[in-house]
């Protein structure tokens, strides 16, 4: 069961899938939902195998991939971060995993048995909604990936990416301006390039003279972190090209 306390009440308000529950509802959801916590690095699941659990990101991220048998930077598909649902699609349809998901830092979820998501399915309409909106919505983000690999440049891809980003995930950085979004994941080069379908090198360069035109800056805390400054200039690299 998730815990009461300020910090996870507030969270739990504002899963997705969650939405639009009874205080009733709320109650015997968090009843059926244990807690996982787990370092970065770990395997949460793995392409090809039989699905019998659903994890909601709780805190941190995952990366995910396409296949169990992977080199780390070439098949990276996407990261995921707090209020994604995972692994839902094995459950819902019966066939093994289709990607392979590994946590980028150390990560908390609240995960559910194959039988327990099947009962909150069929006893609180609203999840049944709330998860077919979201997996809509990753199916539009899918295909306008697609779009964007046969129609756009490295550079229009690279900051659709930063935006996409910063828009699902961002954090406030006033410490770069009003408008600044921290993107609170881990994003190494090889990543990046991996999920836009360029070198690293072109990253890198991309990256470097974004950061001296004020586009983009990194956390003084955090190096590896992101601060999108000014998304109307990343904007006008890949709507130019449509």
């Given at each position: 069961?998730?815990?009461?306390?300020?910090?996870?009440?507030?969270?739990?308000?504002?899963?997705?899938?969650?939405?639009?529950?009874?205080?009733?509802?709320?109650?015997?959801?968090?009843?059926?939902?244990?807690?996982?916590?787990?370092?970065?690095?770990?395997?949460?699941?793995?392409?090809?195998?039989?699905?019998?659990?659903?994890?909601?990101?709780?805190?941190?991220?995952?990366?995910?991939?396409?296949?169990?048998?992977?080199?780390?930077?070439?098949?990276?598909?996407?990261?995921?971060?707090?209020?994604?649902?995972?692994?839902?699609?094995?459950?819902?349809?019966g066939q093994r995993?289709?990607?392979?998901?590994?946590?980028?830092?150390?990560?908390?979820?609240?995960?559910?048995?194959?039988?327990?998501?099947?009962?909150?399915?069929?006893?609180?309409?609203?999840?049944?909604?709330?998860?077919?909106?979201?997996?809509?919505?990753?199916?539009r983000v899918l295909?306008?990936?697609?779009?964007?690999?046969?129609?756009?440049?490295?550079?229009?891809?690279?900051?659709?990416?930063?935006?996409?980003?910063?828009?699902?995930?961002?954090?406030?950085?006033?410490?770069?301006?009003?408008?600044?979004?921290?993107?609170?994941?881990?994003?190494?080069?090889?990543?990046?390039?991996?999920?836009?379908?360029?070198?690293?090198?072109?990253?890198?360069?991309?990256?470097?003279?974004?950061?001296?035109?004020?586009?983009?800056?990194?956390?003084?805390?955090?190096?590896?972190?992101?601060?999108?400054?000014?998304?109307?200039?990343?904007?006008?690299?890949?709507?130019?090209?449509?």
């Open positions: 069961m998730v815990p009461h306390s300020p910090e996870t009440d507030k969270f739990f308000d504002t899963l997705p899938i969650f939405c639009d529950l009874t205080p009733l509802q709320s109650e015997q959801a968090r009843a059926v939902l244990s807690v996982l916590r787990v370092e970065a690095g770990h395997t949460l699941m793995a392409a090809a195998t039989s699905g019998d659990m659903v994890y909601i990101v709780a805190e941190g991220s995952v990366k995910i991939y396409a296949a169990s048998d992977f080199d780390e930077g070439e098949m990276l598909l996407g990261l995921r971060g707090p209020g994604e649902v995972l692994g839902e699609m094995s459950v819902l349809d995993r289709s990607a392979t998901v590994i946590t980028q830092e150390p990560t908390i979820l609240f995960c559910l048995t194959h039988a327990d998501f099947w009962d909150i399915l069929w006893e609180m309409p609203p999840i049944p909604y709330n998860l077919m909106r979201s997996l809509t919505q990753r199916t295909t306008s990936q697609v779009q964007a690999f046969s129609s756009l440049d490295v550079q229009g891809r690279l900051a659709r990416e930063l935006l996409i980003l910063a828009q699902e995930y961002g954090r406030p950085y006033p410490d770069e301006g009003e408008n600044a979004r921290l993107i609170p994941f881990q994003l190494k080069q090889t990543e990046i390039a991996a999920m836009i379908g360029a070198t690293r090198e072109q990253v890198n360069q991309l990256l470097s003279s974004w950061r001296r035109r004020g586009f983009i800056a990194r956390d003084r805390v955090r190096g590896a972190h992101i601060v999108v400054c000014n998304d109307e200039a990343l904007r006008k690299f890949y709507q130019r090209k449509a």
